[in-house]
Nanobody, 114 residues
Framework: VQLQASGGGLVQAGGSLRLSCAAS????????MGWYRQAPGKQRELVAV???????RYADSVQGRFTISRDNAKNTVYLQMNSLKPEDTAVYYC?????????WGQGTLVTVSS
């Protein structure tokens, strides 16, 4: 499984970005898909996950500001990020969670200026 993340960039605090992650496989719809992030000097942390049937879960720090969604017809998962804060600055990674393996994309950098 190859995952291609895109949509990162530089945005001012309070702004919005939408990240996309396209998967190159036909079994996408059965995967749990997730977004994680890693800020400089910190460990990678969960941002949001979405199950194959659309159930979502969010980190407390992004609840109410970020929305994860998926389009199974396009093999793509999205992360809509609103009301961005400087502490959201990180490299954002998507992953595909299968029963016996987790696949990671290459990451996309999000920088939020104050």
């Amino acid at each position: 499984v190859q995952l291609q993340a895109s949509g990162g960039g530089l945005v001012q605090a309070g702004g919005s970005l939408r990240l996309s992650c396209a998967a190159s496989e036909s079994g996408f719809s059965s995967n749990v898909m997730g977004w994680y992030r890693q800020a400089p000097g910190k460990q990678r942390e969960l941002v949001a996950v979405i199950s194959s049937d659309g159930i979502t879960r969010y980190a407390d720090s992004v609840q109410g500001r970020f929305t994860i969604s998926r389009d199974n017809a396009k093999n793509t998962v999205y992360l809509q990020m609103n009301s961005l804060k400087p502490e959201d600055t990180a490299v954002y990674y998507c992953n595909a969670q299968k029963p016996h393996k987790i696949y990671w994309g290459q990451g996309t950098l999000v920088t939020v200026s104050s």
